[in-house]
């Protein structure tokens, strides 16, 4: 499951936690600071939000991806990242851009990450897919219900009765 929140003085959810990750990637084109309402750059109310959406979901040992710049707001942010690791979750940055990383490095510590460039996102998609595949866990003695959907078969009778309603002088 994947989901996206981004962040400038305040966090926004653009999805919640998704296996549609096809409509998140839809959604990330068009992701530019301009469209935040706010400035600033703070990744410690991002973080929070990331793991409140992990709970609503149940989902214990998620991992959240940092994509950034950097951030103003370091102690808020490590805090946020040792919270999620101390639920089951990791935490990584991937760095955009030429930045001092020793802060950033700094967040992914806290949250038992590691931090990332744009040249290595091959790797970090490898370890990400690498760790999908080993969470999946096969589940036995698993029952599906299938409901018979046969409502098609009440679409001739009222398309009947609304054709003799509609005619003139029956009515």
Do not use: C, H, I
Request: proline share 7%; no cysteine.
């Amino acid at each position: 499951r994947v989901g996206l929140v981004v962040f400038s003085a305040e966090p926004y959810t653009v999805t919640p936690l998704t296996d549609d990750a096809a409509t998140v990637r839809g959604l990330s084109g068009p992701l530019a600071p301009e469209l935040m309402p706010t400035t600033g750059d703070n990744a410690g109310p991002g973080l929070v939000m990331a793991q409140q959406l992990l709970e609503r979901t149940l989902t214990r040992g998620g991992r959240v991806v940092v994509l950034t710049d950097g951030y103003t707001d370091a102690p808020a942010a490590t805090a946020a990242a040792q919270a999620l690791r101390e639920r089951g979750s990791q935490v990584d940055v991937l760095v955009l851009g030429l930045v001092d990383r020793a802060p950033l490095q700094a967040l992914a510590r806290a949250g038992g990450g590691r931090v990332f460039g744009l040249d290595e996102m091959p790797a970090l998609l490898k370890q990400l897919q690498t760790q999908v595949t080993r969470s999946a866990t096969p589940v036995a003695d698993v029952e599906a219900v299938r409901w018979r959907d046969a409502g098609v078969w009440l679409l001739p009778p009222l398309l009947l009765l609304a054709a003799l309603l509609a005619r003139r002088g029956w009515w």
